[in-house]
């Protein structure tokens, strides 16, 4: 394993707590004020998507950067077909597998524990997601074709923005915490897109996030 991505694991299986509670919400009132004023687009990225990925229901999907389960155990409770979610935090995809079951979706979510560079996808997708991914991946064009290749469908995606306040900020806090940030300006996404070998893409701000809706090409061809 690439030390880039123990470095990314070791960080967030020590996170995967404070995370979760960024939804719950399982906070001191000021701190859920705090998440909901500074990390409002996170919520929104999460509307973004589902609004970009209906209709859900009997669709399968890829959910790549899982997290705890909130976006795949979602799309189970909205009908998919089948969720798959990828990570590669051990802590976080206990939690996913705690949250289906306790929504009672779990025999319709599967959570595997790998970077999806080295995971060997045998199922297509209709649907791909990233959310919150591409922040901590040092080269996203990789990760990207290989989304493309296993989607029939679209990949939604959200990149943080390079020109926001909150960039040298958490450029510095998440560093010195030993978690690497990644900063996209449009011109930087739009080549990266290109590169993965998507032609078709939209690009929208959301907060301080790009968030993507990108097709795949074999959506064309069928
Ligand atoms: C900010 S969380 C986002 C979780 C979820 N997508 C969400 O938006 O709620 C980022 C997640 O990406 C995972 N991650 C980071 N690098 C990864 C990689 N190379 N492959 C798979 N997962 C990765 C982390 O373990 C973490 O759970």
């Known amino acids: 394993m690439k030390s880039e991505i123990k470095t ?10 404070s995370f979760q509670k960024i939804y719950s919400h ?12 500074f990390r409002k687009d ?27 389960g909130l976006y795949a155990v979602e799309f189970a409770l909205r009908g998919a ?63 990207l074709q290989k989304m493309k290749q296993v989607t ?16 040298p900020v958490r450029k510095i806090r998440l560093g010195l915490r030993g978690c690497p940030v990644y900063f996209y300006t449009k011109k930087k996404l739009v080549a990266v897109l290109r590169e993965a070998g998507f032609q078709r893409f939209e690009i929208h701000s959301v907060g301080k996030l790009f968030c993507v809706v990108a097709y795949s090409a074999n959506r064309e061809r069928s």
């Open 8 to 17: 990314q694991m070791t960080y967030w299986d020590s996170e995967a707590d």
């Open 26 to 37: 399982e906070k001191s009132p000021l701190s859920v004020w705090l998440d909901k004023f």
């Open 42 to 68: 996170m919520y929104e990225r999460f509307l973004f998507t589902l609004e970009h990925s209906a209709p859900i229901e009997n669709r399968t999907f890829l959910d790549v950067g899982c997290g705890n």
């Open 81 to 143: 077909k089948h969720v798959t979610g990828i990570d590669i935090a051990k802590n976080m995809l206990e939690l996913c597998t705690q949250f289906a079951t306790a929504k009672g979706v779990q025999d319709r979510c599967s959570f595997i524990q790998s970077d999806l560079l080295e995971y060997a996808v045998n199922d297509i997708f209709d649907i791909s997601i990233g959310i919150g991914l591409f922040d901590y991946i040092q080269d996203a064009v990789p990760v």
């Open 152 to 167: 029939t469908d679209r990949v939604i995606l959200s990149f943080p923005r390079f020109w926001t306040w909150r960039a």
